[in-house]
C-alpha cells in the first residue's frame, strides 16, 4: 500500500517538473518570411514584451516595431503566447519569438531559463542590443548584461515605483521614460542612489499617427453612435470621451473626478452631455454604481474595448484625460493627430503634448469644480476649441509621430553601440 502511494507521489512530482521544465524551456519563432533584407542599419535590435495587454505600453512596443521595420531596421520581437502582442503579430502575419510566461517571474529557475532562451535569440540573429520594457524583465536583463557583450535599453512606461529595484537598473546603459515626468524621477533617483546610470533620456510612445491623421469618417454623428453602438443622441448633444482601461485603483486613470463634474455640469448647468467610455477592466462595475449613484447613468455611456476608438474620437467634442497619475496617455496624440482638443491632468506625463492654453487644457489633479470650469470654456467657444486641436495637430506632427520617434530610437541604439 505504502509502495503503491510513494509511486504515485514521484510520478506526480515527476510530471509537474518536467511541465515547469517545458514551460520555462518552450520558445517558438513563428516564421512569415518578412523580415528579409533589414539591413540598413548595422544594429540588430531585440525588443522584449511580456505584458499581455492591451494597453498604452503594448500598443507602443507594437507601433515601435513596426516604425523600426519601416526604417529597415534588422529588428526581432520576443513576447509571449497567449498575449495582445503575438495575437496582433500573428494576425498581420509578421515573424516574431513566442515564449510562456513564467521566465519572467522571480523564480531562479524560470529567470534562468528566460536568461538562456534570449541568449539563443541573440546568437540566431546577432542581437547586440535588448530592449526591455517592463520591471519584471529587468532581472533578465541585469544577467544579459553582466555575461553577454549586449547593450541594454529599458524603457519605462509606468511612474517609478519602490517595486523598481535599484541594484536592476544600476549601471544601465540606457533608460526611456516615455516623458518628461517618467525621466525626471529616474534622474532623481539615478543621483539619489548613485545608480552610475550611463544616460536618461525621454522619448514620447509610439502610436499609428496614420491610421488617426488620415481617417475619414463613413457616417455622421448621429448616424455613428445610433447604428455603430447603439446610442441615440440629438443634434445639440455635447460629447467627451475618455478613453482608458478600467483599474483597481480608481485614482489611476480617475474617472470619478470626471463623474463628478459631468454631475455638476448637467444638474445646475443643464448641458445635454454624453461621455464615451472606451476601455474595460476590474473597476467597471463600481464605476457603473456610481453612475447610479449620481443619477447620470443615462449620460454615461461604457462602451468596453472596441475598434471604433477614431470614429468614437472624431465625433467627439472634447477628449478628457483625468488620470491622477499617468506616464503619457497615448489617447492624448490620437486626439492631437485627429486635431481634437483634449483636457488632461496637471503634473502628468500629457504635460509634455498639452500647454495650458496654447495646445488644450490642463485642471488640477481631482478638482471636479476645475474641470467643470474647463469643459465649460470649450463648450461656450468652440473657435477656441478648435483652435486648440489645431495647434495639438501641428506639435504632434513636428514631434510625435512614429517616424520621428523611430528615428530618435535608432540615434541611441547607435550611440551606445558606438
Known amino acids: 500500500m505504502y509502495l503503491f502511494a510513494i509511486i504515485a507521489i514521484t510520478l506526480m512530482l515527476f510530471f509537474y517538473i518536467k511541465s515547469l521544465y517545458e514551460n520555462a524551456t518552450y520558445l517558438k519563432y513563428n516564421d512569415f518570411s518578412d523580415d528579409n533584407n533589414r539591413n540598413k542599419h548595422k544594429n540588430s535590435i531585440l525588443l522584449v514584451c511580456s505584458n499581455n495587454g492591451p494597453g498604452g505600453g503594448v500598443t507602443h512596443i507594437i507601433n515601435l516595431f513596426n516604425s523600426l521595420r519601416e526604417q529597415n531596421t534588422n529588428v526581432h520581437i520576443l513576447t509571449k503566447k497567449t498575449s495582445a502582442t503575438a495575437e496582433y503579430l500573428n494576425k498581420n502575419k509578421i515573424s516574431f519569438y513566442e515564449c510562456n510566461s513564467t521566465i519572467f517571474r522571480f523564480l531562479g529557475i524560470r529567470i534562468q531559463s528566460g536568461y538562456f532562451l534570449i541568449k539563443k535569440i541573440c546568437k540566431n540573429h546577432r542581437i547586440n542590443v535588448i530592449h526591455f520594457n517592463e520591471a519584471k524583465e529587468l532581472k ?53 542612489e548613485n545608480l552610475k546610470i550611463k544616460k536618461i533620456t525621454h522619448i514620447p510612445p509610439l502610436m499609428n499617427d496614420k491610421k488617426f491623421k488620415n481617417f475619414k469618417p463613413s457616417k455622421d454623428k448621429l448616424e455613428f453612435f445610433r447604428d455603430k453602438l447603439g446610442i441615440q443622441l440629438s443634434e445639440t448633444s455635447i460629447i467627451i470621451c475618455f478613453i482608458a482601461n478600467m483599474y483597481k485603483d480608481p485614482m489611476h486613470k480617475n474617472h470619478h473626478v470626471l463623474f463628478r463634474a459631468l454631475k455638476l455640469l448637467i444638474s445646475k448647468n443643464k448641458y445635454a452631455i454624453h461621455l464615451m467610455l472606451a476601455g474595460d477592466g476590474v473597476g467597471k462595475t463600481s464605476l457603473m454604481k456610481l453612475a447610479e449613484e449620481l443619477s447620470i447613468k443615462n449620460n454615461v455611456h461604457f462602451l468596453g474595448f472596441t475598434k471604433e476608438i477614431p470614429s468614437i474620437i472624431y465625433h467627439s467634442n472634447i477628449n478628457v484625460l483625468s488620470s491622477s497619475k499617468e506616464a503619457f496617455g497615448l489617447v492624448v496624440l490620437e486626439a492631437a493627430f485627429m486635431k481634437k482638443t483634449s483636457i488632461v491632468t496637471q503634473g502628468i506625463g500629457a504635460n509634455d503634448l498639452i500647454k495650458h492654453n496654447e495646445t488644450g487644457l490642463i485642471f488640477r489633479n481631482n478638482d471636479e469644480t476645475d474641470l467643470v470650469e474647463k469643459i465649460e470654456t470649450l463648450i461656450k467657444d468652440p473657435v477656441l476649441c478648435k483652435k486648440l486641436g489645431e495647434n495639438a495637430y501641428k506639435i504632434a506632427e513636428e514631434n510625435f509621430s512614429g517616424e520621428i520617434l523611430a528615428k530618435k530610437h535608432i540615434g541611441l541604439y547607435q550611440e551606445i553601440c558606438s
Open 140 to 192: 533578465i536583463a541585469k544577467m544579459l548584461s553582466k555575461n553577454l557583450d549586449k547593450k541594454i535599453v529599458f524603457t519605462r512606461h509606468v511612474p517609478l515605483s519602490s517595486k523598481t529595484k535599484a541594484k536592476y537598473i544600476k549601471n544601465a546603459d540606457i533608460i526611456i521614460g516615455v516623458s518628461s515626468y517618467i525621466s525626471n524621477g529616474f534622474c532623481k533617483k539615478n543621483t539619489e
